[in-house]
């Protein structure tokens, strides 16, 4: 009778490890979008547990069954948790489009994103893409697999995390950091935009002749996107000033 060329102890790791990859490509940066396929979700999730299992030991595997199911549950937790962290500081270009939305008047326009599943108007809809294509283009997708790959040293797989101390105080200041950098990476087109409003506005008091308030929705239109340009060139470099952050705010909050 033939025998596997793995044993029973690897697969048990396979199954631990593919519980914490499984959740984490549903909520890691650009593999969580409505848009990524199911397959690709799972082909990635199968091959980083194929890459990390022979770098796992077994003696982090529970030898009993109901610890076993505790454990893959707590895996599960792990991954989702890991991969929300990460995408935590990423959502800033989000909320730059949104913004941007807001103050060109696209806002009205708004429809449901395919990336993300939610209402979204033009500019918001251009930075997830944009952000999707630099994060591929760039060496950011290789260096948000490796840190997910550093978890399993930093949390093994027998050992469910807890949370750090001044988790609340770290979470603030991520929150803080996604309104600083949605400001940043949206503030030539914001400043265009307020320049612009002060301009219709002055010709609207002293020219009220020309109409200027029902020009403004075109105008502004106009203006937004012959700017976009320059907001969109921003965001590789902010997109490489969040990495080192994203990668280490789900150390920070899981001991």
């Not at 044993?7 to 490509?25: C, M, N, P, Y």
């Not at 848009?35 to 547990?49: D, H, K, T």
């Not at 990460?86 to 800033?92: E, G, H």
């Not at 949104?98 to 993300?116: K, R």
Request: net charge neutral; hydrophobic share 55%; with cysteine.
């Amino acid at each position: 009778m033939s025998t596997l060329p793995f044993s029973t102890a690897t697969i048990s790791v396979f199954l631990l490890v593919l519980a914490r990859t499984g959740a984490w490509v549903i909520t890691a940066p650009v593999l969580s979008a409505k848009g990524m396929s199911s397959i690709g979700r799972l082909s990635a999730a199968l091959a980083l547990a194929l890459f990390v299992t022979p770098m796992t030991p077994a003696s982090q595997v529970p030898a009993d069954l109901p610890n076993y199911i505790a454990a893959a549950l707590g895996q599960v937790v792990v991954g989702l948790v890991l991969g929300m962290l990460t995408n935590l500081l990423f959502s800033a270009f989000e909320v730059a489009g949104t913004l941007a939305d807001l103050s060109g008047g696209f806002s009205y326009a708004s429809i449901v994103d395919p990336m993300s599943g939610q209402p979204a108007a033009a500019f918001s809809r251009l930075f997830s893409v944009c952000f999707s294509a630099i994060f591929f283009a760039s060496e950011a997708y290789a260096s948000v697999v490796g840190g997910f790959v550093r978890s399993f040293k930093g949390i093994p797989l027998g050992h469910f995390p807890s949370l750090a101390s001044g988790t609340a105080t770290t979470l603030g200041h991520a929150a803080t950091q996604i309104l600083l950098s949605a400001f940043e990476v949206a503030a030539p087109l914001l400043g265009v935009l307020f320049l612009t409003d002060v301009a219709l506005s002055f010709a609207a008091r002293f020219v009220p002749q020309a109409n200027a308030l029902s020009l403004a929705l075109p105008v502004k239109t106009l203006i937004a996107l012959t700017t976009a340009g320059t907001t969109l060139a921003l965001l590789p470099a902010h997109a490489a000033q969040l990495l080192d952050p994203s990668l280490r705010l789900p150390f920070e909050v899981l001991r």
